[in-house]
């Protein structure tokens, strides 16, 4: 293949001397594949997906139709002339031709549109392979659709043909299959067998009871010589030819009759639809069906199938077919190949409609199955789930996956400890309409390629979402990023100079980033979002200490022997053993949330005035959480000890007045002081020490504390410093904790948010 930095495309098929050139903006972006096209089946001039590329049409009475509304762009004053940016259409282009003056279409003109994934060929089949084989398992499952009988309709819709034909090609289209016909031929499996015959008697050799009674009784006969010693034994006369069974190697066996059964099987498909084809002018689809048709003839051209007959009866159980090195791969083959004949995805829409090979969405598809691997080795995934995305429809049987239609499967994840819930989502909708507590995004609707969503087994989703016990972790399939992993490695402003140029271009790679960000933010209850592409390094970033909230990427390639699956199902691992922790700062932090947010807030909970800034040693004075205690001294020597001592004291014990050690009193903060005849107090004292000590009427006497009557609970306290709460009063009488009456000496306490409030003006 020959980057050109112009092509001139021969159009005399549709009139003399008529030609179209095409020039790249960017050079090595245009290919001449004269040679090698036709071995990948595609165009001979070929672009690059994301260029821009201009083109010119011979004579003004031509111009190019735009297939996709935005892929040929016309110059506004000569429409001969033009753009061609395929964007992200990645496949053969097949743009019409029309005639200016009638609007007729008078011909097509075929482009290859590659992509900038080097081996996004070899990707494209594994992919469609790995897609098919999943499928044929679904439906061989017990509980599947396999028992519905459907006839393939071949006089059905073009595209729903040719997807068939897609499937089927990436079955039997690959070096697996060639091998495994390779192997058949290099080491058939053979028997023994009796060729029954006649034979010149001068010739035998061990003569069987058959034999012997033919030389005696046998007609066509010949005297024996007189010297010859039968003579002895009375044998005058012998026959010329006698009954033989010789036994001899045949390849003729029924294993070997299968496989050229199945080979002829799936020749008679292709020729089915290469003749289909022809008759509606599908040129891809009649192109690749050529392709498979040579191939296969040539594999039933070879001389081992010209020893072997039709079969009379397919015996699959045969342990030559399960279980022999090329054998077995053929009969896999044939048994995902009646399925997959019938099988209809509308989903393969997206990935190869109109002869593009969307590789970005067949990534996308491809990682579902992927992770359903995964999720099914890791979690018990409901089999009815799995069997409801083969559903038997008037037409077939049709895959229940696409873009944009949620695919959810349910699972547990059982431990000793725990069993938590999960629920598998492909392409789950996250509303931005419903306000919170309930589910979604709280700015506008988001919608992940793949989410997993765990919560507590015995609580519905819907609990589990109003009481923030729910966790989403969320990944999105990026088929097209590139060097990824080093926006994600750093910040560097050279990095971010050159993602503007890119952009520019159409190219952005650090979007994929903010997206995440995007989920993890917006969607509530969400604890990581991740990258999946086709790269080489993966990476993981956490929000705080543990393995979520989170964000980062993981490398996962269309490859058969290093997937890179293993660090993903690491990952996932990690995920449920945090799960297992009761005691994780993601279960606290939930905890959290759902106490502050689980009712709205409203007027009393404002609070503006001056109080200590909540840093350093004050970090914890939120004033909602501290606690002030409300403290009656009945004299003034009382109040002297008070303030001598920095203790104040409440009665212990079962004597009225005692104070109730609740968790607002035990971390009180704050001690404001109070006396009969007080309308309102100032007196406000800091609680220092780690709670209340009990002191016993003894250890009070020795402290000089004025006619002690029994056992107290004692604060320790120091004169408040924060100049915020100088020359203030409050009406301790309003706080709803407050009893009149005798009650009024009686000990309670007050949120300083609540003291705040009815602060003396």
């Not at 040579?294 to 045969?318: A, C, G, R, V, Y």
Request: charged letters at 30%; hydrophobic letters at 35%.
């Amino acid at each position: 293949m020959k980057s050109a930095d112009s092509v001139r495309i021969n159009l005399d098929f549709i009139e003399k001397d008529l030609f179209l050139t095409i020039e790249p903006r960017k050079p090595g972006t245009l290919f001449d594949a004269k040679g090698s096209f036709e071995e990948n089946n595609e165009a001979r001039f070929q672009l690059v997906e994301g260029c821009y590329y201009d083109y010119e049409v011979s004579d003004e009475s031509y111009i190019l139709k735009d297939p996709f509304d935005s892929i040929v762009r016309e110059h506004k004053r000569r429409p001969n002339l033009g753009t061609i940016a395929p964007n992200i259409y990645v496949g053969t282009l097949e743009i019409p031709i029309l005639d200016k003056l009638s609007g007729n279409k008078v011909d097509v003109i075929s482009l290859e549109v590659q992509s900038v994934k080097s081996g996004y060929r070899d990707d494209y089949r594994d992919m469609l392979a790995f897609i098919t084989e999943k499928c044929t398992d679904l439906l061989l499952k017990a509980n599947s659709p396999v028992a519905h009988n459907f006839e393939v309709d071949h006089e059905q819709d073009s595209h729903t043909l040719y997807q068939r034909f897609a499937f089927i090609k990436s079955v039997i289209h690959t070096s697996e299959f060639a091998e495994a016909i390779h192997r058949v031929v290099k080491m058939p499996v053979t028997q023994w067998i009796e060729i029954h015959g006649t034979k010149d008697i001068r010739n035998a050799r061990r003569l069987s009871n058959k034999s012997l009674k033919e030389v005696l009784r046998s007609r066509n006969r010949r005297a024996v010589p007189e010297k010859n010693r039968l003579r002895d034994l009375g044998i005058k006369s012998l026959p010329e030819r006698i009954y033989s069974a010789q036994k001899i190697d045949s390849v003729d066996t029924p294993e070997n009759r299968f496989i050229k059964h199945a080979l002829e099987t799936f020749l008679k498909f292709c020729l089915d639809i290469n003749q289909i084809a022809l008759e509606r002018e599908h040129r891809k689809l009649l192109n690749e069906s050529s392709q498979l048709i040579h191939e296969l003839e040539n594999q039933l051209q070879h001389s081992f199938f010209t020893e072997i007959s039709n079969p009379t009866l397919l015996k699959l159980n045969s342990p030559v077919l399960q279980r022999k090195e090329g054998y077995r791969e053929v009969l896999r083959v044939w048994l995902m190949f009646d399925l997959a004949a019938k099988l209809v995805w509308a989903g393969g829409e997206d990935v190869y409609g109109a002869g593009k090979r969307d590789i970005a969405t067949l990534y996308e598809y491809w990682l579902f199955f992927k992770l359903l691997d995964l999720f099914e080795e890791v979690f018990d995934i409901h089999p009815k789930d799995i069997d409801d995305l083969i559903q038997p429809t008037s037409d077939g049987l049709s895959l229940q996956i696409k873009q944009g239609k949620s695919t959810p499967l349910e699972g547990v994840f059982k431990t000793g400890s725990r069993t938590l819930n999960i629920r598998f989502n492909y392409n789950r909708s996250f509303s931005g309409k419903k306000e919170y507590p309930k589910p979604g995004s709280w700015t506008t609707t988001l919608r992940p390629d793949y989410t997993v969503s765990f919560w507590p087994q015995g609580i519905t989703e819907e609990d589990a979402e109003r009481q923030e016990l729910i966790v989403h972790i969320h990944f999105d399939a990026k088929y097209k990023v590139a060097n990824f992993i080093s926006y994600l490695d750093g910040s560097v402003d050279a990095k971010l100079d050159e993602e503007k140029k890119e952009h520019r271009k159409g190219i952005y790679k650090n979007a994929d980033l903010l997206k995440m960000h995007a989920y993890k933010d917006a969607i509530r209850r969400t604890g990581g979002a991740y990258v999946l592409y086709p790269g080489a390094k993966g990476i993981k970033k956490t929000g705080f200490h543990e393995i979520i909230p989170g964000l980062g990427a993981f490398p996962v390639r269309p490859s058969k022997t290093d997937s890179g699956m293993g660090e993903l199902k690491t990952f996932i691992l990690e995920i449920t053993e945090h799960f297992l922790n009761r005691a994780s700062q993601r279960e606290k932090a939930a905890f959290q949330s759902f106490d502050i947010y689980r009712t709205p807030p409203n007027e009393d909970d404002t609070l503006k005035e001056a109080l200590p800034e909540a840093y350093r040693d004050n970090r914890s004075l939120l004033p909602d959480y501290t606690s002030v205690l409300i403290g009656y001294y009945r004299s003034d020597l009382q109040y002297q000890w008070i303030r001598q001592n920095q203790l104040y004291n409440f009665r212990a014990g079962i004597r009225r007045g005692s104070v109730i050690l609740d968790k607002e009193t035990v971390s009180a903060k704050y001690l404001l002081l109070h006396t009969k005849g007080d309308a309102y107090s100032g007196d406000l004292w800091k609680i220092v020490g780690r709670g209340p000590k009990y002191f016993s009427k003894e250890d009070m006497r020795k402290k000089g504390y004025p006619g002690p009557k029994g056992g107290y609970l004692v604060f320790s306290i120091e004169p408040v410093s924060d100049s915020a709460f100088e020359n203030l009063e409050w009406d301790f009488k309003s706080l709803k904790n407050y009893s009149s009456g005798r009650s009024s000496a009686l000990p309670f306490t007050a949120s300083l948010t609540e003291l705040m409030h009815n602060k003396v003006e």
